[in-house]
């Protein structure tokens, strides 16, 4: 009788049956606090803690400080009560991310897309950037794909070496560490677009006198995962007791587990069971470790969003760098070079003075340990109040992702004048 009465609701409730699993955010809202009190950072401390209804996009740490946190639909009077009681100040930026999420989909490029079809007013899968990474490197004989290991889920880790010269230092680029951040693997399939394309002299320039290694996707599981399962997957996807997923940049041995990590699988910032336990760190560690001297790998770029930042390390700790003003030169002159193409506001400093503190990165990595001293994590659009945050519409990726290019640009050029990559010279002593 139950089994007749449920194949009746089945029936009448089609669309409930045919509803895929996907993680659904409908009135979900966004949040953005300035905290002005001491009492107010302590009961968002407690907030994060107790439940995961509320995302929070950084911790809360102190007074005079912006934070964003995506509120659970069921949580809306609960939050508008605190807000009150303690004096928050706050606006709401969004009041329904699902609906975000809805307008993006037509946006995405078919799974099956073939690769002539390819480009950069959608967004794409992973098969499709996979599909197209191998034609280019059967249209292009000085590209080469590098696979450097597999994902928890078994997915290949593959990457591009783009060398016209083995004198040449190269040039690191990696992409896709956070999953839900699409504008990072867009963004470096763009620029790889342009390195093998332009006819600009600024970008033969680039490979010129660089050789380049790319990785657009370094997270393919959790990159898959944002498509089919939950658009706002951040980690990838290896289980720990009932919660999965580990924040692959909160994975690396730079003070592994430190400040701005949890140890807590179901957190956002889950550290991992180990440093580097993770086969996706794992690979990257290893490749890293044997190419640094191998392909002279002398600048390292992490590409993230959002929140228009060129950071440098440390993220956890607020000692300074030794070569400290030079990373600040050159980050300025990248700011300067992403205002000039499409006017957009960046900003440049240290991680931990820039953005918020945290351990167990790749680029504090690089630098710390493997002596790579040019080192940056970018940041991409949107602004830090953006009020789409990994959603960035498809019609900026070409914008975003032209700017990022002029920085590369002027970066690289600074750091040539700062004498960084002089054959076998060391300009400064790490
Ligand atoms: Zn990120």
């Not at 996009?57 to 934070?67: D, E, K, S, T």
């Not at 099956?112 to 959608?122: G, I, L, R």
């Amino acid at each position: 009788m139950f089994l007749i009465a449920t194949l009746v609701a089945a029936a009448l409730l089609g669309s409930v049956t045919s509803t895929p699993n996907v993680a659904r955010y409908d009135n979900v809202r966004l949040y953005r606090f300035f905290i002005e009190t001491e009492e107010q950072v302590q009961m968002l401390q407690n907030l994060e803690s107790i439940s995961d209804s509320y995302a929070f996009m950084g911790h809360a740490r102190q007074v005079n400080q912006n934070l964003t946190v995506m509120v659970s639909a069921h949580k809306t009077a609960e939050i508008t009560e605190l807000m009150s009681r303690y004096r928050l100040q706050g606006t709401v930026l969004l009041y329904n991310m699902q609906a975000l999420i809805d307008d993006e989909q037509k946006w995405i490029m078919p799974k099956n897309t073939p690769p002539e079809d390819f480009n950069w007013s959608h967004y794409q899968h992973l098969d499709a950037i996979n599909r197209w990474l191998d034609w280019q490197v059967s249209r292009h004989s000085q590209l080469e794909l590098i696979e450097i290991g597999a994902s928890y889920e078994n997915r290949p880790l593959r990457g591009v070496k783009l060398f016209s010269n083995p004198a040449n230092s190269a040039v690191f680029v990696e992409c896709g560490i956070h999953a839900r951040e699409w504008i990072s693997p867009a963004s470096c399939t763009f620029i790889l677009n342009e390195l093998l394309t332009s006819g600009r002299p600024e970008v033969q320039g680039l490979t010129q006198n660089f050789n380049w290694i790319i990785f657009p996707v370094v997270n393919p599981d959790g990159y898959r995962y944002t498509f089919e399962g939950d658009r706002l997957w951040r980690k990838n996807t290896k289980p720990y007791g009932v919660c999965r997923g580990v924040d692959l940049n909160r994975n690396f041995g730079s003070d592994w587990n430190g400040p701005g990590a949890s140890s807590d699988p179901c957190r956002y910032d889950f550290a991992g069971g180990s440093e580097t336990s993770e086969p996706e760190t794992q690979a990257l560690v290893a490749f890293l470790r044997n190419g640094v001297d191998r392909y002279r790998i002398r600048t390292y770029f992490s590409i993230h969003s959002f929140s228009q930042l060129i950071m440098f390390p440390y993220g956890y700790t607020s000692e300074r760098v030794r070569n400290y003003d030079d990373l600040v030169a050159i980050g300025h002159e990248g700011v300067a070079a992403i205002k000039g193409k499409h006017g957009k506001k960046y900003v440049s400093g240290a991680l931990i003075e820039t953005i918020y503190p945290s351990s167990g990165g790749s680029s504090d990595w690089v630098y710390a340990e493997l002596d790579v001293p040019i080192s940056y994590t970018f940041e991409l659009r949107g602004a830090p109040d953006s009020n789409n945050m990994f959603l960035l519409p498809a019609d900026e990726i070409i914008p975003t992702a032209e700017e990022l290019l002029e920085a590369f640009i002027a970066m690289l050029q600074k750091a040539t004048q700062l004498g960084y990559y002089e054959n076998n010279s060391v300009k400064v002593d790490l």
